[in-house]
């Protein structure tokens, strides 16, 4: 399963979309504090963390360091508006930074090493 934390609602639902249609499970929240909880009763069945690091209340990378607590082998992609080297130069360069409008394929190919598969849909024929 993909957590997916972003305070923009209708991008929580393109990420589930396009995530979704290729095979990946996953759960959205618009509220970090509700995304830890959930975290926390379920990491053991979570593949990654899909997260925007600017966000009222609490920052994604704030959100990060908490779930690493729980579970110091988090993976997670960090999404962001500004430039990915601002970005890296603020949190430093340990998860995955994808700087938005981003070209789905890279996602997609950033799956596996973090999932240990793919989360492309397998044809049984």
């Known amino acids: 399963m993909?957590?997916?934390i972003d305070d923009e609602p209708i991008l929580c639902e393109v990420f589930k979309l396009m995530l979704g249609e290729n095979?990946?499970?996953c759960q959205t929240f618009l509220s970090?504090?509700?995304a830890i909880a959930f975290y926390e009763e379920n990491h053991s069945n979570i593949?990654?963390?899909?997260?925007d690091v600017e966000m009222p209340v609490m920052n994604?990378?704030?959100c990060i360091k908490i779930m690493q607590k729980i579970n110091s082998g988090l993976k997670a992609i960090i999404t962001t508006g500004h430039s990915k080297e601002k970005t890296e130069k603020k949190y430093g360069t340990k998860f995955v930074?994808?700087?938005k409008p981003f070209n789905f394929d890279i996602l997609y190919?950033?799956?596996p090493p973090l999932c240990k598969r793919t989360?492309?849909?397998e044809i049984v024929t």
């Open 2 to 4: 993909v957590i997916i």
């Open 23 to 25: 095979g990946c499970e």
């Open 32 to 34: 970090p504090k509700k």
């Open 47 to 51: 593949c990654f963390v899909f997260v």
């Open 60 to 62: 994604g990378y704030d």
């Open 97 to 99: 930074i994808l700087q």
């Open 109 to 111: 190919e950033l799956i």
């Open 119 to 121: 989360c492309k849909k």
